[in-house]
């Protein structure tokens, strides 16, 4: 019988991998959320030959996906749960995958880059992951974060989606130079959206949960409301290609190094 090398944690449903993996590919969020770390890791990885890049909590591998599309990047997808490595695999068939803890890797200044996309916000020891990935990750090396923005914007379906918290800019950061990182760049997106997005916080409660009980109204949405949705986060995407920081949004992106000086 498969069982996760850990008990069974409750910062995260392993039964929701099943339903990820279906709307992965055609929500405009996650769609926005690839299009947006492929450019930045591309920017800042672009004078590395061959980076090794570890992703933390690679889930099914959507991003991992999106990353790989760059054949510079030697991509290592880990993850906590096993029933992840089984729809990262089905994703990405080639792909090195290995299960692995976040709070406890066993590698000493190893990758020159490490990503966390929505990882950390699940995790309550989230300074302690920051602080290992800081030994984990050579002199210059650069960690990609992203996490769940505003702390007044929590729900039910945060709760729903097992977050311990949703961060301020300046929480973010703080962690990260504590643990010894230089911030490179750092925006929020899904701004565009936030007027819609604190409506839907206002007026409307998640109406359903799926059949396990861990879905929610956000990710079932009509086909027309989604496109609708990714052509306004374009307008994000487009502002931080330009080198611009957004200053309010559902998320926040980050990149900070490790200063090799």
């Not at 749960?81 to 995958?97: C, D, M, S, V, Y």
């Not at 702390?151 to 709760?159: A, C, H, I, K, Y």
Request: aromatic share 14%; charged share 15%; hydrophobic share 40%.
């Amino acid at each position: 019988m498969k069982e996760s090398f850990v008990d069974q944690s409750p910062a995260f449903h392993a039964e929701s991998f099943a339903y990820l993996y279906t709307v992965e590919q055609n929500h405009f969020w996650f769609r926005i959320r690839n299009q947006i770390l492929i450019h930045l890791t591309n920017t800042y990885l672009a004078p590395y030959t061959k980076p090794l890049f570890l992703e933390l909590g690679c889930g099914t591998g959507f991003v991992l996906d999106g990353l790989t599309q760059n054949k510079n990047f030697q991509m290592i997808g880990s993850e906590l749960f096993w029933q992840g490595l089984h729809f990262a695999r089905q994703r990405l068939p080639q792909q090195p995958l290995v299960q692995l803890d976040a709070r406890q890797m066993p590698f000493k200044e190893t990758f020159q880059a490490v990503g966390a996309f929505d990882v950390l916000e699940h995790i309550p020891e989230d300074q302690q992951v920051i602080s290992h990935v800081w030994d984990i990750l050579q002199p210059g090396g650069y960690f990609f974060v992203t996490v769940p923005q505003h702390p007044w914007l929590w729900s039910l379906s945060d709760e729903l989606a097992c977050h311990q918290r949703r961060y301020t800019r300046a929480e973010m950061i703080h962690k990260l130079t504590a643990a010894g990182f230089k911030i490179a760049y750092c925006s929020s997106f899904i701004s565009t959206l936030l007027p819609l997005l604190i409506l839907n916080r206002l007026l409307f409660r998640p109406k359903f949960a799926d059949q396990h009980g861990r879905g929610n109204q956000e990710m079932a949405l009509p086909a027309w409301q989604n496109n609708l949705l990714e052509r306004l986060s374009h307008l994000d995407y487009w502002a931080i290609r330009h080198g611009f920081s957004l200053p309010w949004g559902g998320s926040l992106v980050v990149v900070a190094t490790k200063d090799s000086s």
